[in-house]
């Protein structure tokens, strides 16, 4: 069974870093290209990065280029997000979700399928 599980949230300091880890169990990343996204309490859920299947492709959303980094592991099928200079609005429940694009360079945030459940960040003083 196709399953993701985030990890990582925690409460840090403006200014402080954070890696989340997205744990894949039941495909392979080959065949997956994996995406980011983020919800603030009240606000709309956003694309925030994304790594294509292929791992050719790489977006973020503008207002976390420079600070925030994906990558990952095909060994412990893992997908990560670096996240430093963490800013009072990166607050928000950082989800990673999977879509179906074997060996492809394709990444998107919309129609996706397999989602985990989230974990929390919060950048406060």
């Known amino acids: 069974q196709l399953q993701l599980v985030e990890s990582g949230g925690d409460l840090v300091q403006p200014g402080g870093s954070l890696r989340l880890s997205c744990v894949i169990s039941?495909?392979?990343?080959?065949?997956?290209?994996i995406a980011w996204f983020r919800q603030a309490p009240g606000k709309e859920r956003e694309g925030v990065s994304c790594?294509?299947?292929?791992?050719?492709?790489?977006l973020y959303t503008d207002s976390v280029k420079g600070r925030f980094t994906v990558s990952r592991d095909h060994a412990k099928n893992t997908v990560y997000l670096q996240m430093n200079s963490l800013k009072p609005e990166d607050t928000a429940t950082y989800y990673c979700?999977?879509?179906?694009?074997?060996?492809?360079?394709?990444?998107?945030?919309?129609?996706?399928?397999?989602w985990g459940k989230g974990t929390p960040v919060t950048v406060s003083s």
């Open positions: 979700a999977a879509d179906w694009t074997p060996y492809g360079d394709r990444c998107k945030y919309h129609d996706i399928e397999y």
């Open positions: 039941g495909f392979t990343l080959d065949y997956y290209a």
């Open positions: 790594i294509s299947s292929s791992g050719r492709t790489i």
